[in-house]
């Protein structure tokens, strides 16, 4: 039988689950990408601060790409469950704060007026480095923001609300970019400018964009995941997520209306998420993308594997403590030493099954906050990193097709250069003053 809101009766007897009556709660967040992270994510944050006595934040999900979710949640009257894996064992727990999955695809009349809805106060999003729709430049591409992207359902909603004089929206970006809440501010801004610049100003004096730090490994769900899940709980779950035990979310505290108490639930709300955000972004991430690369062309499959292969294992310390850390100018009370322990240690978890294939996926927009800010930044200071420069050259070999078919929205334009520039010339033609991707870091001087 299927999870759903009329066979909890059926649920497994020590399976940890909300309390709250979640048909009383009105929905105060809508949520862009509601995929495995967010649900193992913000929406378990949300689930267990609706638990802990705050009202009326469920979440609508809304899907940008399928209906797949859709017909995963809605099902399911939108419950679904959490299992955090570790060596020790496996927790579960049923989630209750989403309450339906719109598919933007198939109504987007629905999604513009859940944004619109004077009750919700927060858009959250979880839409991947690549659904900011950013240009080389880095400013947005309005070809790709007009087709299937969150900008024109926000600018919709912007014009309503407006209108109706209801409040303006916390736009929370949960995304692994640098300075993500600045980031969305500038492009939706640019977006308006374009399209509805009427709106701009608006916009600007009732919205918030707070910049976010998330940090939980969320592997994507196997039908494995799914019939142990099954097994664990007695009931079939399509939604089922899988994570670590770990989780962290540290939140700039600049919203435009209320939010949930997320800090009584381990959520941190800080004046400068900055040196989380880089330390998250340059080592964990800049870590997970080395591990991936390397540790495909080396024939691994999982992280863990990769971990404990002799020859990926130094770099990647490496490259945390040595090449990364030194950058990051560290909050007070924020231990990069103890943090590049923290990483190690989650990175090696057997039980987690991570896919580096799953993280190899789109190195275009990963590898310039991963590796590149840090590579310019040692570059200042005349220090050399050999570690991200043999991922960086991993990640070449990767981008030209050595390690399979390249998951990537710039695939071919780098199998183009590949064949243009050849071994002598990629680093150039990738990296150079007129390159594909540009950034701060000048290759010619480290790549000798
Ligand atoms: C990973 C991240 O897929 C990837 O690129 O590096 O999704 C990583 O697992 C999360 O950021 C961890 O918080």
Redesign the pocket.
């Known amino acids: 039988m299927r999870l759903s809101s009329g066979a909890l009766g059926r649920l497994a007897a020590g399976i940890e689950r909300f309390a709250y009556d979640r048909d009383a709660q009105a929905v105060g967040i809508v949520h862009f990408g509601i995929g495995a992270f967010h649900r193992a994510h913000q929406a378990w944050y949300t689930d267990r601060a609706m638990d802990g006595g705050d009202r009326d934040w469920s979440i609508a999900g809304v899907s940008l790409r399928s209906a797949d979710v859709a017909g995963q949640m809605n099902p399911q009257n939108g419950l679904y469950t959490v299992s955090e894996r570790s060596a020790s064992g496996t927790l579960t727990r049923l989630v209750g704060a989403v309450r339906e999955v719109l598919a933007a695809t198939e109504t987007p009349e629905r999604a513009a007026a859940a944004l619109a809805d004077p009750a919700t106060r927060i858009v959250g999003f979880t839409v991947t480095e690549k659904g900011y729709c950013r240009a080389a430049d880095g400013s947005v591409d309005l070809a790709s923001a007009s087709r299937g992207s969150f900008y024109p359902l926000l600018a919709s909603a912007f014009r309503e609300r407006r209108a109706a004089g209801r409040g303006g929206l916390t736009l929370l970006s949960c995304d692994?970019l640098a300075n993500n809440g600045d980031q969305l501010a500038r492009l939706m801004g640019e977006y308006l400018a374009a399209c509805e610049p009427g709106l701009v100003g608006w916009f600007e004096s009732e919205c918030s964009c707070p910049s976010t730090m998330?940090?939980?490994?969320v592997p994507a769900t196997t039908d494995a995941d799914r019939a142990a899940v099954a097994d664990a709980i007695g009931l079939e779950d399509a939604a089922a997520v899988v994570t670590e035990p770990f989780s962290q979310w540290v939140i700039e505290d600049r919203f435009a209306g209320p939010r949930p108490a997320w800090e009584k639930v381990g959520a941190e709300l800080v004046a400068d998420v900055a040196p989380y955000e880089t330390a998250k972004l340059r080592m964990?991430?800049g870590a997970?993308?080395a591990l991936a690369y390397l540790g495909l062309e080396r024939g691994h499959v999982f992280v863990h594997e990769a971990m404990a292969d002799p020859a990926i294992r130094p770099l990647v310390d490496r490259l945390m403590r040595e090449e990364a850390a030194p950058t990051i100018a560290a909050a007070p009370g924020q231990n990069l030493a103890a943090y590049a322990d923290a990483l190690i240690a989650r990175f090696a978890n057997p039980a987690l099954k991570h896919r580096l294939i799953?993280?190899a996926m789109d190195g275009s927009q990963?590898i310039p906050q991963r590796w590149l800010a840090t590579l310019a930044e040692n570059q200042r200071r005349g220090r050399q990193c050999p570690a991200i420069l043999s991922a960086l050259h991993a990640w070449l070999r990767h981008a030209r097709g050595d390690n399979g078919p390249v998951d990537d929205p710039l695939a071919s334009e780098m199998q183009a250069l590949w064949q243009r520039a050849g071994e002598a010339g990629i680093i150039d033609a990738m990296f150079g003053p007129e390159g594909l991707i540009a950034s701060d870091w000048h290759p010619k001087s480290l790549s000798g």
């Open positions: 692994n998330v940090d939980r490994i964990l991430n997970h993308s799953q993280i990963k």
